[in-house]
């Protein structure tokens, strides 16, 4: 999809569908804004009168659409409401261009046009919308045997009265393309079956995307992984036919003295099916289990735009070991005691957690490097989404800097994180009685035990862990979200390192 700015009014654009965000006291008799009042004489006073008979009174989320009749050179216009203005955030731009792009696509497709109620954050603003039209127009219909094309959106246009374009808006617009092109790669890996996107193949759609951006791409196989002595990583894969591969992608600024700094670190999970292993999960628990690597996913797709447009002064370094976890004659048991690349040693009491025993040895792996920071996201607990919902992001860490910068990060990306304690007493439950540790515990708590486990393995390097298991993926369209993988976690982590490099 072609989007692209103009200074022009909306009435004056020429569009399929027309669409104008407006706040609740837009619609009130001492309320009102010039766009508005523009469309409403365009329509011969008819919009707002027929918004109201309608109930459309400018709430959050709500949408009410007019034909035009012929009054304007476009069939449709669209009113999004953003609630009241004193509780504005730029997360509502998003949400309203993602619905505009959705009721474009709902009516035929065509060229849609979005007016931006712009304010000081201008710049803030259009990346917004920039990104819920990405988003919104986004669709995983690969493997459909009819796609129906003829209702893509084939332009989208952001308005911006008032506001001539230049090179802020430019960048902003630049920058939305980039994390919604980057947000819906995620998706689409999150939404591959696992038939087709095995762990080499993982790493080899990776390499693919990720060439040319200037990063540095290895993929190590199972001989390395031996080599590695990541023997938690290897006791998960060895249940599968399918062999284990550990991918390491580096972004190295220019300049020897920038490429020297510590670099941040980036984990993510990559189980790209996750069966339970002897631990079997029932049957209707397996179904979605092909998106078990939406960390990894969002990794993947952070780099490319950190590498693409971000460009920061310090290193980033992406690590992700990814396997099947499979019942065979040679999977690991419960009871089993596997080591770790560091030494410890793990009784397994439950093989359906595995996520933690793969991230443990590329965790201390990834801490070798001495970096800045690391942070892991992971589809890791279902206890997470218990405590949390569908829609909240788990967030664990000590390092108050590093913890308060990921908080600020995901908030400025209109992404919902929420920290979690990381109680004392909830990680006796991981004593063993023949091992340093074991990988599970009680039912109780287990999103916070799963973080306990996971700290055992960076040492003193700053840590961030983000479970996602529920926001990961969404069982309906909402805003700019549509029905499958989501890729929560791309948004924030490019602006995190766009803010540890100073540019937010």
């Given at each position: 999809?072609?989007?692209?700015?103009?200074?022009?009014?909306?009435?004056?654009?020429?569009?399929?569908?027309?669409?104008?965000?407006?706040?609740?006291?837009?619609?009130?008799?001492?309320?009102?804004?010039?766009?508005?009042?523009?469309?409403?004489?365009?329509?011969?006073?008819?919009?707002l009168t027929a918004a109201a008979q309608e109930g459309f009174k400018g709430k959050a989320n709500q949408k009410f659409v007019m034909h035009t009749l012929g009054k304007l050179s476009t069939a449709r216009v669209l009113l999004v409401g953003l609630g009241a203005r004193e509780k504005f955030r730029t997360e509502a731009l998003r949400v309203a261009a993602g619905t505009a792009a959705k009721e474009a696509l709902r009516s035929g497709g065509g060229t849609l046009a979005v007016c931006a109620p712009l304010a000081a954050a201008a710049e803030e603003e259009v990346r917004a919308i920039v990104e819920g039209l990405g988003l919104g127009a986004y669709r995983f219909d690969k493997w459909r045997s009819k796609k129906d094309g003829a209702k893509a959106i084939s332009k989208a246009i952001v308005c911006t009265p008032g506001i001539k374009r230049n090179a802020r808006l430019d960048r902003a617009s630049s920058l939305g393309k980039a994390v919604a092109s980057a947000t819906?790669?995620?998706?689409?890996?999150?939404?591959?079956?696992?038939?087709?996107?095995?762990?080499?193949?993982?790493?080899?759609?990776?390499?693919?995307?990720?060439?040319?951006?200037?990063?540095?791409?290895?993929?190590?196989?199972?001989?390395?992984?031996?080599?590695?002595?990541?023997?938690?990583?290897?006791?998960?894969?060895?249940?599968?036919?399918?062999?284990?591969?550990?991918?390491?992608?580096?972004?190295?600024?220019?300049?020897?003295?920038?490429?020297?700094?510590?670099?941040?670190?980036?984990?993510?999970?990559?189980?790209?099916?996750?069966?339970?292993?002897?631990?079997?999960?029932?049957?209707?628990?397996?179904?979605?289990?092909?998106?078990?690597?939406?960390?990894?996913?969002?990794?993947?797709?952070?780099?490319?735009?950190?590498?693409?447009?971000?460009?920061?002064?310090?290193?980033?370094?992406?690590?992700?070991?990814?396997?099947?976890?499979?019942?065979?004659?040679?999977?690991?048991?419960?009871?089993?005691?596997?080591?770790?690349?560091?030494?410890?040693?793990?009784?397994?009491?439950?093989?359906?957690?595995?996520?933690?025993?793969?991230?443990?040895?590329?965790?201390?792996?990834?801490?070798?490097?001495?970096?800045?920071?690391?942070?892991?996201?992971?589809?890791?607990?279902?206890?997470?989404?218990?405590?949390?919902?569908?829609?909240?992001?788990?967030?664990?860490?000590?390092?108050?800097?590093?913890?308060?910068?990921?908080?600020?990060?995901?908030?400025?990306?209109?992404?919902?994180?929420?920290?979690?304690?990381?109680?004392?007493?909830?990680?006796?439950?991981?004593?063993?009685?023949?091992?340093?540790?074991?990988?599970?515990?009680?039912?109780?708590?287990?999103?916070?035990?799963?973080?306990?486990?996971?700290?055992?393995?960076?040492?003193?390097?700053?840590?961030?862990?983000?479970?996602?298991?529920?926001?990961?993926?969404?069982?309906?369209?909402?805003?700019?979200?549509?029905?499958?993988?989501?890729?929560?976690?791309?948004?924030?982590?490019?602006?995190?390192?766009?803010?540890?490099?100073?540019?937010?």
């Open positions: 999809m072609d989007i692209q700015l103009s200074a022009n009014a909306l009435v004056d654009t020429k569009a399929n569908l027309l669409t104008l965000p407006v706040f609740e006291e837009d619609l009130s008799k001492k309320g009102g804004t010039e766009a508005l009042a523009a469309l409403d004489g365009a329509l011969g006073k008819a919009l819906s790669f995620a998706r689409d890996l999150v939404n591959e079956p696992a038939i087709s996107l095995t762990p080499t193949a993982l790493a080899q759609t990776a390499q693919r995307y990720l060439k040319g951006t200037g990063l540095q791409v290895t993929v190590h196989d199972r001989e390395k992984i031996e080599a590695l002595k990541m023997g938690m990583f290897l006791g998960v894969a060895q249940g599968s036919a399918e062999p284990p591969r550990l991918i390491e992608v580096r972004y190295v600024p220019k300049g020897a003295a920038a490429a020297k700094s510590k670099p941040l670190a980036l984990v993510g999970k990559a189980i790209t099916f996750d069966s339970g292993g002897l631990s079997l999960k029932p049957a209707d628990a397996m179904v979605d289990m092909k998106t078990d690597m939406a960390g990894s996913a969002a990794v993947f797709a952070a780099m490319h735009v950190i590498a693409t447009e971000v460009q920061p002064r310090f290193p980033v370094h992406a690590f992700v070991g990814t396997c099947e976890n499979m019942p065979s004659g040679t999977s690991y048991r419960p009871g089993d005691v596997l080591t770790s690349r560091i030494g410890k040693t793990v009784e397994v009491t439950n093989t359906d957690a595995e996520g933690r025993l793969v991230l443990g040895d590329v965790l201390s792996y990834a801490c070798e490097s001495k970096p800045r920071g690391v942070i892991d996201l992971a589809t890791l607990t279902g206890a997470c989404i218990v405590a949390l919902g569908n829609y909240t992001v788990g967030t664990f860490g000590r390092d108050e800097e590093l913890v308060g910068a990921v908080l600020d990060a995901a908030r400025a990306a209109g992404e919902d994180f929420w920290r979690l304690p990381l109680v004392p007493e909830v990680k006796d439950v991981l004593k063993s009685d023949i091992a340093d540790m074991k990988n599970a515990g009680v039912r109780w708590g287990g999103a916070i035990s799963a973080a306990h486990f996971l700290e055992e393995f960076v040492g003193e390097t700053p840590w961030v862990h983000l479970d996602i298991a529920g926001p990961s993926t969404s069982d309906k369209d909402r805003g700019y979200v549509s029905k499958g993988g989501t890729g929560v976690g791309v948004r924030t982590l490019v602006e995190l390192v766009r803010r540890l490099d100073g540019q937010g």
